[in-house]
DNA sequence: AAGTGGTCTAGACCACGCA
DNA sequence: GCGTGGTCTAGACCACTTG
């Protein structure tokens, strides 16, 4: 009599697999074992096999290299981003000592959005810049930004794109402008396509989106802005 | 001379469909065509199509269930939690309208984790309640929190076991306990295997985990927990 | 019984990295 | 050229829902 003991699924390869990693025996930087090698060694089929490493990977376990390998992730123990009135992400990383940069990828001038005006308390023909940036740390991209700004409370802000390299750098520096966090909004989601070509990861890695409004400090908001962020690479802390 | 026009993929397809709506071709409450259909309609494999489907289910805007078809959502505009040093689950959702209710599905007694007894400022030898509460808004399950309690500030907690419905409640009305949050940390992720069973939902789904600590209001750390919560039904909101 | 989604097998071709 | 992962086709069996 043959037991069938078969609830064995893509879950349960997957389980396996993430406890050889969590107990060392494949260690960061490392590959697991082949997809062809897995198939033998389950006796699947490698659809069975490629859905398991598409659960590690979407957990960040690891990452497939088409050629080379699917390698187990030197897990870069997540960023603190310590949010609070006055936070700036330059600040954040320089108290943490972490490398970073920010890139400006797009910019454009054009009429507000429905969140945009409602938002920023604007009129519907009041244009808007409205900058893409990418952030990384340790090289690796970190989170994409979109931020909008009413064009009125920043004259010719364009001219100074040119050496971008921190958004409130060019504000404090040429508009003597620090604004203030108001509120912040965070969702647990998915990557938009294009998300997921910036930031350089699988559609199905979960990210973090914070939609912030920042005030002028005299009071009247100033900066709209919607931050994705690589939900693996970040931790946001609020102290009360 | 035939130009294969076939970057067609399953992200193709999943475009088409949330386009359709999008738009509001396909309703809320509707289905969207059959696999079957699908395979027809763009001439490829179901497994492709079920591919497309498995992205829009992960991005929240369909639930297929077997034998009857898949269907789009009627997405509840995500519920707004607020976050503050005062904030309870209860009186969140009632200052908000939303129907809740809170059930107690495990608890015990246990030595601390690392994690808790650094939290909670405990020795390793000092026991803790730990407790699972499974959250419904709406009688759809919206998070589970494990929260941990040093055994010495709650004596005989499981005596009001009974008749739970809030943790608060409980505290207030038997210990005369408020705690006040001292700091949250935020991070996207998946849902483990044993979360999807609770919260009823597939495992791609990006959850949102809330690990807090709050003090007693004398100052000192007396409760530790950490919430998995799914993303597409709150959103989190800070007042700064 | 027919249609639906859930899961699996078997096998193909491609793009990429490496020796 | 070979092995790797990425993608797709074709077809099978199952569990569930509905008529």
Same mark, same amino acid.
Request: one cysteine or more; glycine letters at 4%; aromatic letters at 8%.
């Given at each position: %009599?043959?037991?069938?003991?078969?609830?064995?699924?893509?879950?349960?390869?997957? =389980?396996?697999?993430i406890?050889?990693?969590? &107990?060392?025996?494949?260690?960061?930087?490392?590959?697991?074992?082949?997809?062809?090698?897995?198939?033998?060694?389950?006796?699947?089929?490698?659809?069975?096999?490629?859905?398991?490493?598409?659960?590690?990977?979407?957990?960040?376990?690891?990452?497939?290299?088409?050629?080379k390998?699917?390698?187990?992730?030197c897990?870069?123990?997540?960023?603190?981003?310590?949010?609070?009135?006055?936070?700036?992400?330059?600040?954040?990383?320089?108290?943490?000592?972490?490398?970073?940069?920010?890139?400006?990828?797009?910019?454009?001038?054009?009429?507000?959005?429905?969140?945009?005006?409602?938002?920023?308390?604007?009129?519907?023909?009041?244009?808007?810049?409205?900058?893409?940036?990418?952030?990384?740390?340790?090289?690796?991209?970190?989170?994409?930004?979109?931020?909008?700004?009413?064009?009125?409370?920043?004259?010719?802000?364009?001219?100074?794109?040119?050496h971008?390299?921190?958004?409130?750098?060019?504000?404090?520096?040429?508009?003597?402008?620090?604004?203030?966090?108001?509120?912040?909004?965070?969702?647990?989601?998915?990557?938009?396509? &294009?998300?997921? =070509?910036?930031? &350089?990861?699988?559609?199905?890695?979960?990210?973090?989106?914070?939609?912030?409004? %920042?005030?002028?400090?005299?009071?009247?908001?100033?900066?709209?802005?919607?931050?994705?962020?690589?939900?693996?690479?970040?931790?946001?802390?609020?102290?009360?």
């Amino acid at each position: %009599m043959i037991i069938r003991e078969e609830p064995l699924q893509h879950l349960e390869i997957a =389980e396996y697999l993430i406890n050889q990693v969590q &107990k060392g025996i494949i260690k960061a930087g490392q590959k697991i074992p082949s997809e062809n090698d897995l198939c033998e060694q389950f006796h699947v089929n490698r659809h069975v096999v490629r859905q398991a490493i598409a659960r590690l990977t979407n957990l960040g376990w690891v990452t497939p290299q088409q050629g080379k390998g699917c390698y187990v992730n030197c897990l870069p123990k997540p960023i603190l981003y310590v949010l609070s009135s006055q936070t700036r992400f330059t600040e954040n990383m320089e108290t943490q000592g972490v490398s970073h940069e920010s890139k400006l990828i797009h910019w454009e001038i054009d009429l507000p959005d429905l969140n945009e005006q409602e938002s920023l308390q604007l009129d519907e023909r009041e244009y808007v810049y409205r900058l893409d940036i990418l952030r990384y740390i340790n090289e690796q991209p970190l989170s994409i930004t979109t931020s909008v700004f009413p064009c009125l409370e920043l004259p010719r802000l364009e001219q100074h794109f040119d050496h971008f390299d921190s958004l409130y750098g060019i504000l404090l520096d040429h508009y003597q402008l620090r604004p203030i966090r108001s509120h912040s909004m965070f969702q647990a989601c998915l990557p938009t396509l &294009k998300d997921t =070509e910036h930031l &350089k990861i699988p559609e199905n890695i979960p990210i973090i989106r914070i939609e912030s409004v %920042m005030n002028h400090p005299s009071g009247f908001p100033i900066e709209y802005s919607v931050a994705r962020v690589r939900g693996d690479m970040q931790k946001c802390v609020i102290e009360f």
